[in-house]
Nanobody, 123 residues
Framework: VQLQASGGGLVQPGDSLKLSCAAS????????VGWFRQAPGKGREGVGCISSSDDTSYVTDSVKGRFTFSRDNAKNTVYLQMNSLKPEDTAVYYC?????????????????WGQGTLVTVSS
């Protein structure tokens, strides 16, 4: 079971960026996928999650209206579309999943994590 996050980079405020979370070793369509981020010098925070049952998405208030999630089951990949990026969105972004699907997006813990991809929003 492996997750790989990619797509980070340096962008300007107001730009968009699309992160990918590709899975290998299992079918990601059957599992919720959470996105987290850790800004320099800060703790990790949850960005949001796309459920496995009906692809319902949940996002934290700070990114509501700007960040969305989607799946491409043929590519075994989940995407995080980030629009209207702000400097405070600068962080390493991680995707994660877990097998306790009954908990949906709020399991006791996320078991499998991608390696993280750096997003830097700066003018």
């Amino acid at each position: 079971v492996q997750l790989q996050a990619s797509g980070g980079g340096l962008v300007q405020p107001g730009d968009s960026l699309k992160l990918s979370c590709a899975a290998s070793g299992f079918s990601l369509r059957n599992y919720p996928v959470g996105w987290f981020r850790q800004a320099p010098g800060k703790g990790r925070e949850g960005v949001g999650c796309i459920s496995s049952s009906d692809d319902t998405s949940y996002v934290t208030d700070s990114v509501k209206g700007r960040f969305t999630f989607s799946r491409d089951n043929a590519k075994n990949t989940v995407y995080l579309q980030m629009n209207s990026l702000k400097p405070e969105d600068t962080a390493v972004y991680y995707c994660a999943t877990h097998r306790a699907t009954a908990y949906g997006c709020y399991p006791p813990r996320y078991e499998y994590w991608g390696q993280g991809t750096l997003v830097t929003v700066s003018s």
